[in-house]
C-alpha cells in the first residue's frame, strides 16, 4: 500500500508545531496587498493585514492556489511513490478547491476534499485524515471517511463589526448599517451543505460579554460533540482572560483528549478582521 501524503490549503489555520507533527504539506493562498503579492502565512501575517486596511480604508486581495501549484505538489507525491489525499477550503469561498481537482484529474492517486468549511474547522478534518492515516487506511479510505464528516462539522465565529465581511463583499451595506446603529454583534455560521456564510444568532451587549455568551453557547450541547479535538480560533485582539475563559468552560464542559488554540493567517483575517473568536468542533 502507498504511504500517504496529508495536504491541504493555508485556510486550514493550524498551528505550525500541529503541522509539523502530522507531517502536513501546507499549499499557501496568495494575498495581495495593492500591487505586492504575498503567500499566506508565510511573509504576511494578520498584523499587516490589519495595518493595511487602517492606511488605506481598502480590503487586500486573496487569490486562490493556482492548478499549476498543485500539480507540482501532486507530482512530485506520486514520482515519490505516493498518493494523496487533499483537504481544500469550501468550493463556496475560494475556487481553491476546483484548481485542486483540476490538478488531480492528471493522477490515479490524488483525492480532493471539499471541506465546506474554513479556518481550523476545516483544519479538523485536516487531523482526521492524519487519524486515519496513522489507523493504516489507504487514501481512498481516508477520502471517503473524512468525507462523511464534512457535514458533521460545527463552523460558527462571532464577530466584533461587519467591516471587513461589508468591504468583502460578504455582508448587505443594510446589514452593516442595522448591526452597527443597534450595536449588534453576529455569529457567523457555514453551512455544512453548501459551505456558504450566513447570520446564525445577533447578540449584543459590550463584546467581553457577547464573547462568553459565545462560548457558552456552543457547548451547550457537549453530549453531541466528538471530544477528541476542539478548536478555540481567533483573529487576533482578543484579550487574553477572555481565550483562557473559553479554555477554562471548554474544558469544565468535557473531557477532551486535545484542545487546540490557533491564530486565524490572513485569508481568514482578510475577511472577518480583528477581534473574531471562533470554537470549532465536529459532531458526532
Do not use: W
Not at 490515479?108 to 474554513?118: E, F, G, N, Q
Not at 473531557?255 to 482578510?270: M, W, Y
Amino acid at each position: 500500500m502507498k504511504e500517504v501524503l496529508i495536504t491541504a490549503d493555508s485556510t486550514c489555520d493550524l498551528p505550525s508545531h500541529i503541522i509539523e507533527q502530522h507531517g502536513i504539506e501546507i499549499l499557501p493562498l496568495s494575498v495581495l496587498l495593492g500591487d505586492k503579492s504575498y503567500y499566506d502565512g508565510i511573509n504576511v501575517f494578520p498584523e499587516d493585514i490589519y495595518t493595511y486596511v487602517d492606511q488605506t480604508g481598502t480590503l487586500p486581495k486573496t487569490a486562490a492556489v493556482t492548478p499549476a501549484q498543485y500539480y507540482e505538489v501532486f507530482e512530485k507525491a506520486h514520482d515519490d511513490g505516493k498518493a494523496v489525499v487533499h483537504i481544500g477550503l469550501s468550493s463556496a469561498i475560494s475556487s481553491s478547491y476546483q484548481n485542486a481537482c483540476i490538478a488531480a484529474s492528471e493522477f490515479d492517486d490524488v483525492y480532493c476534499i471539499d471541506s465546506k468549511s474554513l479556518c481550523t474547522a476545516m483544519g479538523l478534518l485536516v487531523l482526521k485524515a492524519c487519524d486515519f492515516r496513522a489507523k493504516g487506511f489507504d487514501a481512498k479510505k481516508i477520502y471517503n471517511r473524512v468525507n462523511t464528516l464534512v457535514p458533521k462539522v460545527s463552523t460558527t465565529f462571532v464577530l466584533d463589526n461587519l467591516e471587513y465581511l461589508h468591504k468583502g463583499g460578504r455582508c448587505s451595506g443594510v446589514a452593516k448599517f442595522s448591526a452597527n446603529i443597534l450595536g449588534i454583534k453576529p455569529s457567523i455560521a457555514v453551512d455544512p451543505a453548501t459551505g456558504k456564510m450566513d447570520v446564525a444568532k445577533k447578540y449584543r451587549g459590550k463584546m467581553d460579554a457577547v464573547y462568553k455568551q459565545y462560548i457558552n453557547d456552543c457547548l451547550k450541547n457537549v453530549n453531541k460533540i466528538d471530544t477528541s479535538r476542539i478548536v478555540i480560533a481567533n483573529s487576533g485582539g482578543i484579550s487574553p482572560e477572555i481565550i483562557s475563559f473559553a479554555k477554562g468552560v471548554v474544558e469544565g464542559k468535557a473531557n477532551f483528549d486535545e484542545v487546540i488554540l490557533a491564530d486565524a493567517k490572513c485569508t481568514i483575517s482578510s475577511h472577518c478582521g480583528p477581534k473574531t473568536l471562533a470554537i470549532f468542533y465536529i459532531r458526532k
